[in-house]
């Protein structure tokens, strides 16, 4: 989810599902200060009843009305993320796609900002994590060498 002018958000959908796509939209948009606005995909059908709406058919336009009904911003993030995978990492497994989005979606929310700006952020969103290949009570003193 992209907000306009604003940040994206990204999470893992697994199962996908038309049910599950309009469960989670519907439970991180605030419907009566949200307008939806996507493609045609059939997972989308009848979310309108719920949330403003709009769509795009690609297969006709990229915009429509008066310029403010798209979806190249969120198009945007894709293009982004595909790439990093495809052409870094090669290969993402389910297990930590997570993972992946998480550390895209910081560096499109921080591109716009100054190096000093984005890494006090990861600093502070480092704060209180737990770092889960480190066990301290499995550490040892270094042997002395001779």
Same mark, same amino acid.
């Given at each position: 989810?992209?907000?306009?002018?604003?940040?994206?958000? *990204?999470?893992?959908?697994?199962?996908?599902?038309?049910?599950?796509?309009?469960?989670?939209?519907?439970?991180?948009?605030?419907?009566?200060?949200?307008?939806?606005? *996507?493609?045609?995909?059939? =997972?989308?059908?009848?979310?309108?009843? %719920?949330?403003?709406?709009?769509?795009?058919?690609?297969?006709?336009?990229?915009?429509?009305?008066?310029?403010?009904?798209? *979806?190249?911003?969120?198009?945007?993030?894709?293009?982004?993320?595909?790439?990093?995978?495809?052409?870094?990492?090669?290969?993402?497994?389910?297990? =930590?796609?997570?993972?992946?989005?998480?550390?895209? *979606?910081?560096? =499109?929310?921080?591109?716009?900002?100054?190096?000093?700006?984005? =890494?006090? %952020?990861?600093?502070?969103?480092?704060?209180?994590?737990?770092?889960?290949?480190?066990?301290?009570?499995?550490?040892?003193?270094?042997?002395?060498?001779?």
């Amino acid at each position: 989810m992209l907000e306009r002018g604003g940040r994206v958000r *990204t999470w893992a959908i697994k199962p996908i599902s038309k049910r599950i796509v309009q469960r989670t939209l519907k439970g991180n948009l605030d419907a009566t200060r949200s307008h939806l606005i *996507t493609d045609e995909h059939p =997972f989308y059908y009848g979310i309108g009843d %719920h949330i403003p709406h709009d769509s795009v058919m690609h297969a006709q336009t990229y915009v429509t009305g008066d310029g403010t009904i798209h *979806t190249q911003g969120i198009e945007n993030f894709w293009s982004l993320l595909k790439r990093g995978l495809i052409g870094t990492y090669h290969h993402v497994g389910s297990d =930590f796609l997570n993972q992946y989005l998480g550390e895209f *979606t910081f560096r =499109f929310n921080a591109r716009k900002i100054s190096d000093r700006e984005r =890494f006090d %952020h990861a600093l502070r969103n480092v704060n209180g994590r737990l770092i889960w290949y480190f066990d301290p009570s499995q550490a040892s003193e270094p042997e002395p060498t001779s």
